[in-house]
């Protein structure tokens, strides 16, 4: 891989890794993923974090059935997170993505749709699901997520953890905590079930704080073709998970009910 002072990623340790890091990433079944700690260089990793915007009306919504206090935002031109973007959906860092996964000709989304900034905040949860096949304007087909922690001294308390599920033999595969500066990349088809199901537990002490970067292909050639469709959810909790969704289902409706009152 060659090297350059780009910025942000840390992309000498991820030379002196790469042999490993395609070792261990192809080694996964039934979907392929990998964690990398110390992604980013450390002085970048610790601007962005100081740089993050808290939420605010700027911030875009996703709460909803099967997701609770949970925000997104593209990064903000001139910011630190900005030139993260810039380098990863470049040509350098996606010829390394293409090493990594052995996927051709993988293409970035300048428009970040439903990337950027997210931040989850006390209580919030995502449940397990596989994401939408194809980008809305393009027709691009999804293949990788990249997401990067920002959450110093994360508490395992907290949970707020990723995890990763095979739904076939209904085996959880991984559970990741989304502790500073760590990355997590994945493959996205129809069996990369993945989610952070367990509620947010902080007590309004911290948000959990991530980058997230999605690649496409103009088609696919893996066997997971499928028609468009949007974020399938999938509950992993059983009763509890159910139980979850009910209560999530009445708060949503009247938080909904309560903002359409008050003019929104």
Known sequence: MEVGNMG?????????????????????????WLVMDEFLDPASARR?????????????????????????????????????????????????????????????????????????????????????????????????????????????AYGGHLELWDMQDKVRLARIAPEFNRAVIFETNEISYHGHPQPLKTGGKTTRKSLSVYYYTQGRDDGYDAPAHNTVYINTEGSAGTVKLLANAVQETVRRLGRRRGGE
């Open 48 to 156: 962005i974090y100081d740089e993050f915007p808290t939420v605010d009306q700027t911030w875009i919504d996703s709460n909803g059935l099967h997701q609770k206090n949970k925000w997104t935002k593209p990064c903000v031109e001139g910011t630190e997170a900005a030139a993260f973007y810039t380098e990863v959906n470049g040509q350098a860092f996606r010829s390394f993505l293409g090493r990594l996964t052995g996927i051709p000709d993988i293409l970035p989304d300048a428009s970040l749709f439903g990337a950027g900034y997210h931040q989850i905040l006390d209580g919030g949860f995502l449940d397990v699901h596989v994401d939408f096949n194809k980008h809305d304007e393009s027709g691009l087909d999804r293949r990788l997520n990249l997401l990067v922690y920002l959450n110093p001294h994360w508490e395992g």
């Open 8 to 32: 942000t990623v840390n992309l000498e340790k991820l030379a002196r890794d790469e042999a490993r890091l395609v070792e261990e990433f192809n080694s996964k079944k039934p979907f392929r």
